[in-house]
């Protein structure tokens, strides 16, 4: 067991992942959350090639697997239901590892959280800065409490104040488009795939989960914090992609108002340094990108298993943090900048541009298609 020690700023996907990536290497690891209680919530979330091929390096692709479900294609659609692109999930899966999965998030924080000692587990600790003491980073948090340790690995989310401390400019920035979403049973309907339906009213995505569930999001563009759009429920919604195909409005009016989960769109602009010292920004910290590439969590579950290779490879901690962000500033960065540009695409309103760019879609050949996967499910582990 090594004598260095790790803090660990957020029980998320990130952290959590981090934390089980580093205890694997023999480091000791202590992980602090905001929330009362480290509680799995969320709605569905689809892991690609590069996230399961990350927790095959964990061990754990299997349990994860098991929990959720493989799916045969993603299809994106007009809202007539006439496909626009499609990508074929088990010749990507033959060529990249186990490829459009879905999972419901919360089985998947049960896994992680299975990995971990609890003991090593504090709640109701939300960290407001930082300091340097000596050779120790010290961490405050809202309660008053502070806490001492060797390093600090930030993984508290977009809003994270503490990179807001060592990057006062990077604020969260608002994509121009406010979404809902929710996991339902399925309302008696057989569905394979994945798929994202675009049309000049917004834009909806349906994920089959396991055990006959369904995750669903609908992306509508509008101003920031709107408080009108705050208060839509599944009615409004019904009523606002009125006449997009089946099974969507069935869906949307088989939705209780009470599973509604609503939220902006929100990124982090692409920050030039990850490494602070003793100070590392992984996750959404570092690098909070739009849904809009499914590549969210799959960057934060990177950042886990080849943060604990350049700590197995390094002498130095601080020396490992630098290598780390050398190896995941270029990809961050693509992936973030990639996609906010397919947000702008997909989230086009007005009618003529939205035939032009379906009919573009079309038109793309396969070849420049796989040449772009390739660049977002390749991995460097």
């Known amino acids: 067991m090594s004598s260095k020690h790790f803090t660990i700023i957020g029980g998320g996907i990130a952290g959590l992942s981090t934390a089980v990536a580093l205890k694997q290497k023999g480091f ?170 675009w049309g000049s009213k917004g834009r909806i995505g349906i994920v089959p989960l396991a055990d006959d569930r369904i995750y669903w999001f609908a992306c509508v563009n509008g101003p920031v914090q709107d408080a009108k759009m705050s208060a839509w429920r599944s009615a409004d919604l019904v009523k606002q992609f009125k006449g997009f195909h089946h099974p969507i409005p069935e869906i949307l009016a088989h939705t209780p108002d009470e599973q509604l989960l609503w939220h902006d769109i929100i990124d982090l602009k692409p920050i030039s340094k990850f490494a602070y010292g003793r100070i590392l920004l992984i996750g959404d910290a570092a690098h909070a990108t739009t849904p809009n590439m499914g590549q969210g969590a799959c960057q934060a579950i990177e950042d886990a298993v080849i943060l604990a290779d350049e700590l197995s490879a390094q002498d130095k901690v601080e020396s490992a943090f630098l290598a780390f962000e050398k190896r995941r500033l270029p990809r961050t960065h693509f992936i973030v900048n990639g996609s906010w540009q397919m947000g702008k695409i997909a989230q086009l309103g007005n009618p003529i541009l939205v035939r032009v760019r379906n009919s573009l879609f079309r038109m793309i050949p396969d070849r420049v298609n796989e040449k772009q996967m390739e660049k977002v499910l390749g991995v460097d582990f």
């Open 28 to 197: 000791q690891v202590s992980i602090f959350e905001s929330a009362p209680e480290i509680k799995p919530l969320g709605a569905g979330l689809v892991l690609a090639a590069n996230a399961i091929k990350a927790y095959k390096k964990l061990g754990l692709a299997e349990k994860i697997i098991e929990r959720g479900r493989i799916l045969p294609s993603f299809s994106i659609l007009d809202q007539w239901g006439k496909v626009i692109t499609q990508a074929d999930a088990q010749g990507l899966s033959e060529k990249y590892g186990t490829h459009n999965f879905s999972i419901h998030r919360p089985a998947l924080h049960q896994v992680l959280l299975e990995e971990i000692d609890p003991t090593c587990l504090h709640v109701n600790k939300a960290a407001v800065r930082v300091e340097n003491i000596g050779d120790q980073v010290l961490v405050h948090f809202k309660d008053g409490s502070s806490h001492l340790s060797d390093y600090l690995i930030v993984a508290d989310g977009i809003h994270s104040a503490i990179r807001r401390q060592l990057v006062p400019n990077s604020a969260p920035r608002y994509a121009g488009y406010t979404c809902w979403r929710a996991v339902i049973d399925t309302p008696g309907l057989a569905m394979n795939e994945a798929t994202e339906t």
